[in-house]
């Protein structure tokens, strides 16, 4: 069995690089599910429920902030709790990061006001006291290759009588 200090890393890159959140990083109850990016399994019309009004403001309103996924354009590791600069300005904060292994660049997720969450901005982590540069992408980061297969699409027969035409040829 190897040991904690192996597992967490190993579990950390699995889930790391399909974007994946991490409660305590990611989420949490300070943040709400449409920062996050996790909208989608909200549902308002089945039932009341404590912080419905809550969040029903936000979906209305916007969230201030959203996860955003970053590339270092120069070598660095990016770190839970670094600093994200944007125009020099402090803009949020890194809420993971590391080095791909399957993709060898090196990627973090952070919280940033949500006029800056479009991918190509320009942002800047603060790497042990110093700025490096980084390029806001989407997310996730990897796509697994069944995911990225084309569908195959068989040719369409005009009449019930090609159907049985193509059916016999392929």
Known sequence: MPSPALRLPARDSLRFEAALPLYGHELGPEIDPFSAGLGAFVRFDHFE????A????????????KL???????????????????DGQMAGTVT???KSPTLGSFLGMAFVPTQQAIP???IEIVVR???????VVKRPFYTPAYRRAEPVILPQ????????TTAVSL
């Not at 809550?54 to 902030?65: D, F, Q, T, V, Y």
């Not at 270092?72 to 600093?83: D, I, S």
């Not at 027969?157 to 049985?164: C, I, T, V, Y």
């Open 49 to 52: 429920f404590v912080g419905r």
């Open 129 to 135: 006291g110093k700025a490096k540069q980084a390029i």
């Open 96 to 98: 993971s990061g590391m």
């Open 54 to 65: 809550a969040l029903l403001k936000i979906l209305l309103e916007g969230p201030a902030r």
């Open 157 to 164: 027969p005009a009449r019930m009588s090609d159907l049985r």
């Open 68 to 86: 955003i996924g970053f590339q270092m354009t120069e070598p660095a590791v990016p770190r839970a709790g670094y600093p994200v600069l944007i």
């Open 120 to 122: 190509g901005t320009e």
